[in-house]
């Protein structure tokens, strides 16, 4: 199976000094997806992703839900 990445758009949607949110939507093998990086800036470091969430057709996800499954994975709370 081939993968096929196609009409891929990305967009700053809003910035302040220290936080910005940008979007990038593609087709992926024909399904429609979204993902959204909220970011902020560290004087030290830059830019840095502080969160990621999104869509792949009719799933939704995001970076919250890895935490999660890898806390309950390894028993931590």
Do not use: R
Request: charged share 10%; net charge negative; glycine share 10%.
């Amino acid at each position: 199976m081939q993968d096929n990445l196609t009409t891929f758009h990305l967009k700053g949607v809003n910035q302040t000094a220290t936080e910005a949110t940008t979007v990038a939507t593609f087709s992926n093998n024909g399904i429609p997806v979204t993902i959204t990086f909220e970011l902020i800036y560290e004087p030290a470091n830059g830019w840095q992703i502080d969160h990621l969430s999104g869509t792949a057709g009719d799933v939704e996800w995001c970076s919250g839900t890895f935490v999660k499954a890898v806390q309950a994975s390894s028993g931590a709370h």
